[in-house]
């Protein structure tokens, strides 16, 4: 293949392009072997203080979720109205709420509920919107304006009164089974909002396909498959990530709203937001009741945006 | 097998021009391409020029079977490529491959250059068995003038002239026997311009390609080209050897082109006759009756609006599209 005089430009050529070696992790410590962008961003990854810190804390919120019983002993559905909001002190670090349960207890049995409940609804919005974005994006013409008209009559739907009517009108009477409802609230806030994501996802599919480097595949002779997930996808998927880190919050959010309109989970199940949701009577007299949930639920949805944040710079090459 | 590898005959492309939202009504067509015929023999370099607007990319795109053609003929190697579907057209792009203009879109910014380059032998797996790729790939990379060992590297981490050979080197890995090169330097500082057609030339003599050369920049054609054909709004007006056209052109568009080119001899500047011409091209939606050429040309008469000239031999030995076809030799 190599003749000798291609050979000799190439040396020539090769000696200056030695100097664009742009930092010190591009020196390859291992020339021979081939790295993709995933491997490559998870090496990047490993290095980011960003990246360990938000990690080390959804690990932490995960464990609170699945063994809680880890973390506390106390049961969180006692209450005695004998200490109701009394301050936090050595025996109960967080105080008790207005029932006179432990809120350190509750805090940490309700990390399961919200976890679930945020991270499978953003995981279901940000499946469902971006795949139809990204199949909206790249066929365009009718297949484009069914879906983003099926998308438009979604999205005109008010939330609340969108999610009122699907949690009464598919809840078994008299059910009071945390599962189902949970299902029902994930349900109601993917179906309400995959929309928003579907739109900004066709966006930037629509801006990865007008590339020259489709072009350029297509010229090459690949599957309509291969354009979507080997080049668009992965130019397309940075903004979609930067709202799936903000909905996540916004989600567990909208499950204490939800609760507290009476349509979402109730006691005995715990939850951040139901929690939040009771403390707003009392929260002149005891902030505390409020403080504790609000603040896991606050340091929960910055290390999935610290995490996102994270993810998305390392999935960029020129950011590395 | 005839001596052309490729033979255009009538080629057109309208792009529908439509308006409304919901029930859209088609106002009128943009004649991009309107009647093009030439032929490409093997081993040869047609370059092709003309002002911006005037159809040559999309004349690229519609041989590169991108945008679908509205009429005429494409012929490969005596086969029909307009209609082809399927796995003939999976076969034709091993072929036909093409290089774009501008290196810094058309790579994919999140693909390691071993990556793109290997791309074309994933989609077609018979080229390459599996464990070869990675040695071809590091030969492509050779062969273009770049470090086989830059294989883990990204886009960005090329300058603009390394950046088109890794686009070239794409375009090589299915062995083609056409490449169309859609302004593959217009991008690029001047200096590396120089480079990359010597590249483009090397290659041409290691693989025995053709090349249809695509540029704005006449003295970039002719350094490359056999032949060259220059077009105006669609249409070609002027076609002939390297050596002909430049010396002795014969269309009035051709000679006010190449009056524009800069001369390199500080001596001769100023002696020669600068062709200006007058306002922009037309709109190729309605584009001028008779010569289209006619609403800037100094020569126009009447005849001009009222017939379309033909392209054929009038006055030397090539081929124009004008009814007072001339000789004149504007580069001094």
């Given amino acids: 293949m190599t003749d000798p005089s291609t050979a000799a430009t190439g040396a020539a050529v090769t000696s200056t392009a030695g100097e664009f070696v742009t930092g010190a992790e591009h020196i390859e410590t291992k020339a021979g072997k081939p790295r993709s962008l995933a491997s490559d961003a998870w090496y990047d990854l490993r290095r980011r203080p960003l990246f360990i810190v938000s990690a080390a804390l959804i690990l932490l919120v995960l464990l609170m979720a699945a063994w809680p019983s880890l973390f506390t002993s106390v049961d969180p559905t006692y209450a005695d109205l004998g200490r109701s909001r009394d301050a936090p002190s050595a025996e109960a670090w967080f105080g008790y709420d207005n029932q006179g349960a432990d809120i350190f207890a509750r805090v940490i049995y309700g990390a399961r509920a919200s976890i679930i409940v945020g991270v499978v609804s953003t995981i279901l919005t940000v499946l469902i919107g971006g795949a139809l974005g990204l199949l909206a994006g790249f066929y365009g013409g009718w297949i484009d304006g069914l879906m983003s008209r099926i998308a438009d009559v979604f999205f005109g739907l008010p939330f609340v009164l969108g999610a009122i009517i699907i949690l009464s009108s598919f809840r078994a009477a008299g059910s009071t089974s945390a599962t189902e409802i949970m299902f029902l609230v994930i349900l109601s806030i993917s179906v309400l909002s995959w929309p928003v994501c579907m739109r900004i996802m066709r966006s930037a599919a629509i801006t990865a396909k007008q590339q020259d480097y489709v072009k350029a595949a297509r010229a090459l002779g690949a599957s309509s498959t291969r354009i979507i997930l080997r080049h668009m996808l992965p130019n397309a998927l940075a903004p979609v990530m930067v709202y799936a880190t903000i909905a996540l919050g916004a989600f567990i959010g909208i499950e204490a709203t939800l609760s507290f309109l009476g349509i979402g989970l109730r006691a005995p199940v715990v939850s951040w937001g139901v929690m939040i949701a009771d403390s707003r009577d009392v929260i002149r007299v005891a902030p505390h009741t409020l403080l504790f949930p609000a603040a896991f639920l606050t340091a929960t949805v910055l290390a999935f945006v610290m995490l996102g944040d994270a993810v998305r710079e390392a999935l960029d090459p020129k950011m590395r | ?332």
Avoid at chain 2, 68 to 78: I, L, N, Q
Avoid at chain 2, 238 to 244: K, P, Q, R, Y
Avoid at chain 2, 293 to 322: D, I, N, Y
């Fill in chain 2, 1 to 332: 097998m005839s001596d052309n590898i490729i033979e255009v005959r009538d080629l057109v492309k309208h792009f529908p021009v439509r308006v409304g939202v919901l029930f859209k009504r088609t106002v009128g067509h943009v004649r991009a391409v309107d009647g093009v015929s030439f032929d490409l023999k093997r081993g040869e370099t047609l370059g092709v020029v003309g002002e911006s607007g005037c159809g040559k990319s999309t004349l690229a795109q519609v041989l590169m079977r991108l945008e679908p053609a509205t009429g005429g003929s494409v012929k490969f190697e005596g086969q029909e490529i307009l209609g082809l579907k399927g796995s003939a057209l999976r076969k034709l792009r091993r072929d036909i491959q093409i290089v774009l203009q501008d290196p810094y879109t058309s790579l994919n910014p999140r693909m390691t250059v071993g990556d793109i380059v290997g791309e074309p032998f994933e989609i077609h797996p018979e080229v390459a068995p599996k464990g070869d790729r990675r040695k071809k790939v590091q030969d492509l990379l050779d062969v273009v003038g770049l470090n086989p060992e830059h294989i883990n590297r990204y886009p960005h981490q090329f300058s603009g002239g390394q950046r088109q050979r890794i686009g070239i080197a794409r375009a090589l890995a299915l062995r083609p026997k056409v490449i169309v090169c859609d302004e593959p330097v217009s991008a690029l500082d001047v200096s590396i311009q120089a480079q990359v057609m010597n590249l483009l030339g090397d290659l041409q003599n290691e693989f025995g390609l053709s090349y249809i050369f695509i540029a704005h920049d006449l003295s970039v054609v002719r350094h490359l080209s056999d032949r060259v054909a220059v077009m105006y709004l669609g249409k070609v007006v002027e076609i002939g050897d390297e050596t002909a056209l430049y010396e002795h052109p014969t269309h009035p568009y051709t000679q006010a082109l190449l009056s524009a080119v800069p001369v390199p001899d500080p001596e001769l500047r100023g002696q020669r006759q600068i062709i200006r011409l007058e306002g922009d091209v037309p709109s190729p939606v309605d584009p001028p009756s008779g010569c289209r050429f006619r609403t800037r040309c100094w020569k126009a008469q009447e005849v001009c609006a009222q017939e379309e000239p033909e392209l054929m031999t009038r006055v030397g030995a090539h081929p124009s599209a004008c009814h007072f076809a001339e000789e004149k030799s504007v580069v001094p």
